[in-house]
């Protein structure tokens, strides 16, 4: 798998999406923005606890 993003950057781009009003759904984001996907799920167990920290749930 290759990981481009730390975790501190996942956090950053999903607070991005939520500030710029893209929905930060998991099915969305998987098709929008693939490369945040892989690296959120390889930093946290799963994708809501992504938002979790992105403290958007």
Not at 1 to 13: K, S
Not at 17 to 28: E, H, I, P, R, Y
């Given at each position: 798998?290759?990981?481009?993003l730390?975790?501190?950057?996942?956090?950053?781009r999903?607070?991005?999406?939520q500030?710029n009003?893209?929905t930060?759904?998991?099915?969305?984001?998987?098709q929008?923005?693939?490369e945040?996907?892989?690296?959120?799920l390889?930093h946290?167990?799963?994708?809501d606890?992504a938002l979790?920290?992105a403290?958007?749930l």
């Amino acid at each position: 798998m290759d990981i481009t993003l730390q975790a501190d950057e996942v956090i950053n781009r999903i607070r991005q999406l939520q500030s710029n009003g893209a929905t930060v759904s998991k099915k969305q984001v998987k098709q929008s923005d693939p490369e945040l996907m892989r690296n959120a799920l390889f930093h946290f167990p799963s994708w809501d606890h992504a938002l979790k920290n992105a403290e958007l749930l």
